[in-house]
């Protein structure tokens, strides 16, 4: 390198301070320079139809949404594919429904044929990509896509510790035998044992202590402390974080936001679990289903709902920020923004959560807002499935619908079809690999639900006239009967078409 | 440097009681392991491919390794620290009854986590209770004859372990390694 001289020191500090200067300007440059046209899909986990304000329930637990809501698309009776949030997850992310991707299981995985059909590998020739999933099950589905997503944010990201091992670099190319063998086995932190003997116990320990300083340090205004995916997390971050992600986009992108909320456990702010518990709300509750053999008693199925609602409430309260920051910057003028759930959640016929095998409206109606550039609000009550997101973006971004999807794209979209059938499906107990005999699957056709569960400890047919009866109290199914024979030849057939093993 | 790494040597238990310290701490760390490895097998083999599965069993077996080694480098730890009567001499009958007594409460202690977590001043009051125990047992039962006697048996046949559980956690550590890398 040649020696420098006066002159040549003085040109370049002259250069460094113009390139300060720009800098700093840049910075100053407003958000409407900043990339435009995403694609954002947000999916609050666990998070039902049912207990949602502007969707119907007595309670107005979401009056921030309700509000972003009025500009965009409102789809009242959306069905999600799964109950938990595997299937639930990887049918959002594939247009296909879990007999076809068989994320079967809670540590499922999209099988090889189809682990290239994503809406990830859809577009990343158009956009770039960003992926974050607060919940460890859906993570590992993402940690399927590295090749395609451009940043993929880790788990921990806005968790308070970071105790999670397979997410360490070192791991970076095993993560998935990683994750089962630690967090699933060797030192898992939740319930159950860990197979470590000594350090087991010692790390748990050290969750404890940790779980303790945050809550002292950050758990202000929380009515039970704070929430927790492993970890503790705390609202406002999670808020400020999906903030933060897109306000740093430097070009198109697609994003897929997976948080835990409203997840259990339910750890509202104080300020809505005093409110919904003054507000005199008792639920109308249906008998506990025949397939449930220990059910919870109504006190506990209204009590933990209301922990429920205020959490819910008390994200409601967070994402506000986020919708604003979409209205002020213009980022709904540009981009499309989807907010969905993998699953929902049940506080009624005995069941508290969502591990049960069962596939009631609470558990799979869940809510879906799309808000578009035309900002044009509208409220679709046709039944429509997780797997038409898929071929939804595809119509958004300008691309051709995957021929491997089995979704079409959502009303407003395209014209519906009234003659449709939707589908959900659970297979929770079943392997992944061989045919499908343990299983509980549910078919919904001009607002008739057809249900049929055969799984280990339960066997029987449901038929819901959803139209008349959304909370399924009436049970239409009588063998002889038309109406049960029309709809029961419809489940058989499609059982037959999809490679489900009907033994009844 | 040299004069005290020799001096931290000759402080060090005899190799044939390390030998067998190690033996008993890798029959109780792999024993649990694999119990809790077929625990859950039935649910591995719903979604886990046997590339898959056997990785797993890798990582369950390494990281037993590792932790045997750990566990036995405390107490090397603690025979440096302390008056080579008191426990170097002693190494191997002392930690029969202190491994077996740490053992036991690791399990309860598992047990009393598999929900979710006791009280943090339970756990300090019982571990507390645990060591002082440890330290009353490990201190006695060498220093009786009989209870010597069958304590140096008893470890002198555990070592056998060994044999087993270095070279399969070896070859899973290898293995993991492997994984690590490419």
């Known amino acids: ?504 | 440097m040299r004069g005290l790494f020799k001096f931290l040597l000759n402080r060090l238990p005899r190799r044939s009681a390390v030998f067998e310290t190690l033996g008993l701490i890798l029959l109780f760390v792999f024993s649990w392991s694999l119990v809790q490895f077929f625990y859950r097998f039935p649910s591995y083999i719903l979604f886990l491919n046997v590339p898959t599965l056997v990785g797993v069993l890798a990582y369950y077996m390494a990281f037993a390794l590792l932790e045997s080694l750990f566990v036995l480098a405390i107490l090397l730890f603690i025979a440096e620290m302390l008056p080579t009567a008191w426990y170097s001499i002693h190494f191997s009958a002392a930690n029969l009854p202190m491994l077996i007594f740490l053992g036991d409460f690791a399990i309860i202690t598992q047990n009393w986590m598999a929900g979710w977590y006791p009280g943090a001043l339970f756990l300090l009051k019982w571990m507390g209770i645990v060591l002082i125990w440890m330290l009353i047992i490990g201190f006695a039962i060498p220093r009786v004859k009989l209870s010597n006697k069958i304590a140096s048996a008893i470890m002198d046949r555990v070592s056998i372990m060994n044999y087993v559980y270095l070279p399969i956690g070896g070859i899973s550590l290898f293995a993991v390694v492997i994984r690590l890398a490419f």
């Open chain 1, 1 to 504: 390198m040649a020696k420098m001289n006066r002159r040549d020191l003085l040109k370049f500090s002259g250069l460094a301070a113009v390139s300060l200067a720009a800098t700093s300007l840049a910075k100053a440059i407003p958000n409407a320079e900043k990339a435009k046209g995403h694609i954002i899909l947000i999916v609050f986990d666990a998070w039902s139809a049912k207990n949602v304000g502007f969707l119907g329930y007595q309670r107005d637990t979401m009056p921030n949404l309700r509000k972003f809501a009025k500009k965009a698309a409102v789809y009242h009776n959306h069905i999600s594919p799964g109950r938990f949030t595997v299937p639930g997850t990887a049918s959002l992310i594939t247009g296909l429904y879990p007999w076809s991707h068989r994320a079967l299981n809670l540590n499922g995985r999209i099988i090889p044929k189809h682990q290239n059909h994503t809406v990830f590998d859809l577009l990343k020739d158009r956009l770039a990509m960003e992926g974050f999933a607060q919940n460890v099950y859906a993570d590992q589905l993402l940690g399927g896509k590295e090749n395609e997503l451009d940043i993929h944010l880790p788990f921990g990201t806005y968790n308070l510790h970071d105790r999670i091992i397979y997410d360490n670099p070192l791991f970076k190319n095993d993560q998935y035998t990683a994750f089962n063998a630690f967090e699933d086995g060797i030192v898992q932190e939740r319930k159950g044992m860990d197979a470590s003997l000594f350090l087991g116990p010692l790390i748990r320990i050290k969750a404890l202590r940790d779980r303790i300083v945050s809550n002292q340090m950050y758990g202000e205004g929380y009515y039970q402390g704070l929430p927790e995916s492993i970890e503790t997390y705390s609202l406002k971050d999670l808020a400020d974080g999906l903030i933060e992600l897109i306000d740093g986009l430097t070009e198109p992108s697609l994003v897929y936001f997976h948080v835990f909320v409203p997840h259990d456990p339910y750890r509202p702010y104080s300020k809505y679990f005093n409110m919904f518990q003054d507000d005199k709300f008792v639920p109308v509750l249906n008998e506990p289903h025949p397939a449930i053999h220990d059910p919870a008693d109504a006190n506990l199925m209204n009590k933990t709902r209301l922990f429920y609602d205020a959490f819910i409430a008390s994200w409601d309260s967070e994402m506000a920020r986020f919708y604003d920051y979409a209205e002020a910057t213009g980022l709904v003028n540009t981009s499309h923004i989807v907010i969905t759930a993998d699953h929902g959640e049940m506080f009624d016929r005995g069941v508290v959560g969502h591990s049960v095998d069962l596939l009631t409206q609470p558990l799979v109606n869940v809510p879906l807002v799309i808000s578009s550039p035309d900002r044009l609000g509208s409220n679709h009550y046709e039944f429509t499935s997780g797997v038409d997101v898929v071929p939804t973006i595809a119509k958004i971004a300008g691309v051709d619908i995957p021929t491997w999807a089995e979704g079409r794209p959502l009303p407003g979209y395209e014209e519906n079809d009234p003659e449709r059938t939707i589908y959900c499906f659970d297979s929770a107990d079943n392997s992944a690999f061989g045919p499908l005999k343990k299983f509980s699957f549910g078919a919904i056709r001009k607002s008739k639900k057809i249900v049929y569960y055969q799984n280990l400890h339960y066997t029987g047919w449901e038929l819901y006239d959803l139209a008349a009866d959304p909370d399924e109290r009436t049970d239409l199914f009588k063998d002889g009967d038309a109406l049960t024979n029309e709809y029961k030849n419809l489940l058989l057939l499609k059982m037959e078409e999809f490679g489900i093993v009907y033994e009844g």
